[in-house]
């Protein structure tokens, strides 16, 4: 049901009841009920009205007057509006429906299913209530990525009265001749993803056209070769999920679909291929984790899910980096320095193992940095003490002003586990520092020795946040 409650509150009847008033007349004659005893257009299920198809819609409205003296009457409008268009057309009061005539409701754009805007006015200008229709077109309901879909179109028969007729989908009464009740062989178009582990589990999407108008079609009719896929999700006629049995050896194998008139299987092959994992890389790294590591193997890229573990410790992988001999992930942070037994991987239903990959060490800290000056422009070169530097693959200086936001950042070369040395940076913009030179500044100089801008220096070292600010050290 849908009422228009704001024009129904400037309504009255009269105490006659048999025709609408407005508030102008006579407020004496009038007795005004309230918003519940309103007249309404009520609506027990959803008005579907095919597109560019003459129809006459039949409109139950509740709480009208005694109009028994108007029956018949074309004092009734509907009044429609359809994307830019709005247009009336005569209707007639036929007991407590308002019958509008019978007309051509028309959208343009390229949409299923459209909702389009009907009011029912009496005497011309008085709006009784509004609501909704939704106009469709069959052509679009029984199509999918723009190729008709016979099953699909069959599935709205009873609903919208959508039929096939000949090579695509139409409405009932636009298609006289040429109505089927036997749709076409089903065809498969896509597999994907085409490779997955010989231990299965691998969520197949297949798309086509008829592949079935119900759950109850698919069961037991799906297999790669000859190994059972389960059926997870399904799209009526045209697309299927399922997921892959185990397989006993690697092997290149159809899809198969049983339908009531054979089996038909797809062009490409599904590859059921056997995963391995050679090595890791590096083998070490703070306890705090952030490291980005690879593991070297073979057919890493296949399936459709992929997760890693050192021991029970999540490895987040990097997926737009994965490879059929490589793939890389960054280590969480342990509770402790430890000696991982096993790193992890697992490939839908596959789960390889490969021990003593990993160690976690304890986090790299710094103790001094000299000198402490430099340029603005940067590259001087600053030597920098501490402990487990060589933790960390790839560390970086930094410079923060004081509002902690970095200002310039270049790489650092680990010499040995207490030394390395990094080229101080350049500071792309101007630091605005307030107060003194404090300990844990860097002071940077510019053409003129006057004029110095003091610094906070830090250390990018993964995830290891002690080193981000080097005052707490100094």
Same mark, same amino acid.
């Given at each position: ?84 268009? %709005? ?9 407590? !429906? ?77 298609? =006289? ?21 010989? #231990? ?42 399922? %997921? ?15 339908? #009531? ?75 402790? =320095? ?33 000198? %402490? ?45 207490? !030394? ?15 107060? =003194?030179? !404090? ?14 801008? =003091? ?20």
């Amino acid at each position: 049901m849908s009422s228009n409650n704001n024009a129904c509150k400037e309504a009255i009847v009269s105490s006659d009841t048999s025709v609408f008033q407005l508030l102008q007349d006579n407020p004496s004659q009038l007795i005004s009920y309230g918003e519940q005893y309103c007249p309404r257009v009520e609506l027990t299920n959803e008005i579907y009205v095919p597109n560019n198809v003459p129809q006459e819609l039949a409109l139950t409205v509740s709480n009208l007057p005694d109009l028994t003296q108007y029956a018949g009457d074309t004092s009734f409008l509907c009044q429609v509006e359809i994307e830019a268009a %709005k247009f009336r057309v005569p209707a007639r009061l036929e007991g407590n !429906q308002v019958v509008c005539d019978r007309t051509t409701y028309r959208y343009e754009s390229r949409v299923s299913q459209y909702n389009a805007s009907i009011s029912v006015i009496w005497d011309r200008d008085n709006v009784v209530d509004r609501t909704n229709i939704t106009l469709y077109k069959c052509q679009l309901v029984g199509s999918y990525k723009g190729h008709p879909d016979c099953s699909l179109c069959m599935t709205r028969a009873t609903d919208l009265g959508c039929v096939w007729c000949g090579t695509g989908c139409e409405y009932t009464k636009s298609c =006289p001749v040429g109505q089927s009740d036997v749709c076409p062989q089903p065809r498969i178009d896509v597999v994907k993803p085409l490779s997955g582990p010989i #231990d299965g589990g691998t969520l197949i999407t297949i798309e086509g056209s008829n592949l079935a108008m119900g759950m109850n079609q698919l069961k037991g009719r799906v297999m790669v070769g000859n190994y059972p896929c389960k059926v997870t999700n399904y799209q009526v006629s045209v697309k299927i999920e399922c %997921k892959t049995s185990k397989a006993f050896q690697e092997s290149d194998l159809p899809v198969k679909l049983q339908g #009531d008139n054979g089996i038909i299987e797809s062009v490409v092959k599904f590859r059921y291929r056997d995963i391995r994992i050679d090595n890791v890389m590096p083998r070490y790294g703070p306890v705090s984790g952030g490291t980005l590591i690879a593991i070297e193997g073979v057919n890493l890229n296949i399936g459709s899910s992929i997760l890693v573990y050192l021991d029970n410790l999540p490895c987040q992988v990097n997926l737009s980096q994965v490879s059929s001999t490589r793939l890389t992930c960054v280590t969480s942070p342990a509770p402790a =320095p430890m000696d991982v037994k096993d790193v992890i991987v697992i490939i839908d239903d596959a789960r390889r193992t490969l021990a003593k990959p990993y160690r976690y060490t304890q986090d790299p800290s710094i103790v001094d940095v000299k000198p %402490k000056w430099s340029f603005v422009s940067g590259g001087r070169i600053l030597t920098v003490h501490g402990k487990n530097l060589d933790t960390v693959g790839q560390p970086y200086i930094a410079a923060l002003d004081d509002r902690g936001v970095g200002v310039g950042r270049s790489p650092c070369i680990v010499i040995s586990p207490t !030394q390395m040395d990094c080229p101080s940076p350049a500071i792309v913009a101007a630091a605005q520092l307030a107060g =003194p030179i !404090q300990d844990g500044q860097l002071r940077l100089k510019d053409n003129s020795p006057a004029k110095i801008t =003091p610094v906070t220096v830090g250390f990018e070292m993964d995830k290891v946040k002690s080193v981000l600010n080097l005052a707490k050290f100094a």
